[in-house]
């Protein structure tokens, strides 16, 4: 079967920066827009998954069985401009 992963996005008021709460192992993110949140997840997530999550034996089986989810979700908006 294979992994998912759960990256949460939640927006900091105080520093103005959309942070990271996961269950992948090593992933920290910090980030002024949504969008550069998640291409910085995309970006790390693929590394910290094979190091951190997957065994040497996981890694000798047919490698489309191990291609997770990553499922990003906001968990608030900032603010509109006014």
Do not use: C
Request: proline share 5%; charged share 25%; net charge negative.
């Amino acid at each position: 079967m294979k992994k998912s992963f759960n990256v949460r996005a939640i927006w900091d008021e105080e520093n103005q920066i959309w942070f990271s709460e996961s269950d992948l192992v090593g992933l920290h993110v910090e980030a002024q827009t949504f969008p550069e949140f998640q291409e910085l997840v995309h970006e790390f997530a693929a590394e910290l998954i094979v190091t951190n999550h997957y065994s040497d034996d996981d890694l000798n089986r047919d490698l489309r069985e191990l291609i997770p989810a990553i499922i990003i979700s906001q968990h608030e908006s900032p603010p509109r401009a006014t």
